[in-house]
């Protein structure tokens, strides 16, 4: 499980900046014992009206191609 962390964090890392940018972020609050993905977005992106298209298009096709093992992602936001 901890290598399934790190390899969505090394995703993540990847896009982070972009986030960042606009005064935002994404955190991980939990992987199951089923490869779901709990993801929470932060800042400015917790508010934002684009934040689902942020969690669709950036962060969960980003993940899915860095970590194909991730069967969900849920934005718990």
């Given at each position: ?25 994404v955190e991980v609050v939990e992987i ?46």
């Amino acid at each position: 499980m901890e290598t399934l962390y790190r390899k969505v964090e090394d995703a993540l890392d990847s896009i982070r900046p972009y986030l960042l940018a606009d005064g935002g972020n994404v955190e991980v609050v939990e992987i199951t014992n089923e490869s779901v993905l709990k993801l929470e977005l932060k800042g400015a992106c917790k508010t934002c009206n684009m934040s689902h298209m942020t969690m669709k298009a950036g962060i969960e096709e980003t993940i899915k191609r860095a970590v194909p093992e991730i069967k969900e992602i849920i934005s718990v936001n």
